[in-house]
């Protein structure tokens, strides 16, 4: 039973480049998360999908960042016209359907380390 | 007041001790609680769940207090293993976003 699955696990672009992250859920796991963490900083929520659904992208920035969940295929976080302060590592997690109340631990991806030159 | 609030440590202990980590929040209406391990440079893993009655987990207990807004967690029998950065996580009630905090570093020497 594979895990999450994040690729590339680092990626470098150039400013004004786009960066394309990619994710596979856990074999099940229908909810996708994406977090950003900087150096010395905590996760930060970015983004809640279901398959074709964004559920919350409160913590998404408004300008040059999207994430889809399609119906086949992995999660993609889009970063269009980095910039330095894209540089971070960026984690997906699944979590399985919710049931009930019941929250569900979430399973984190490696990670996809963004470097921008 | 940030929702979720960490000593960022680092705790620096011997081999074999017992180390106590506290993590406050700020949203009464918070419900359920994590303590995740992160290794430097690797995924975060979920190390426990925190139960209002508290639970135990071998060497590793973790406490709820709802009335001062704090969660612990409590290592005992400390191993060069335990070496890692340890993140409370909180979910407010009806939210599945769940909000980390910064982390506490641990430090275990021989």
Known sequence: NAGVMQNPRHLVRRRGQEARLRCSPMKGHSHVYWYRQLPEEGLKFMVYLQKENIIDESGMPKERFSAEFPKEGPSILRIQQVVRGDSAAYFCASSPPITGNKINEQFFGPGTRLTVL | ?110
């Open chain 2, 1 to 110: 007041r940030k929702e979720v609030e960490q000593d960022p440590g680092p705790f620096n202990v011997p081999e074999g001790a017992t180390v106590a980590f506290n993590c406050t929040y700020s949203n009464s209406a918070s419900q359920s609680f994590f303590w995740y391990r992160q290794d430097c440079r690797k995924e975060p893993k979920l190390l426990m769940s925190v139960y209002s009655s508290g639970n135990e987990d071998g060497r590793f207990t973790a406490q709820l207090n709802r009335a001062s807004q704090y969660i612990s967690l409590l290592i005992r029998d400390s191993k060069l293993s335990d070496s890692a950065t340890y993140l409370c996580v909180v979910l407010r009630g009806g939210s599945y976003i769940p909000t980390f905090g910064r982390g506490t570093s641990l430090i275990v020497h021989p």
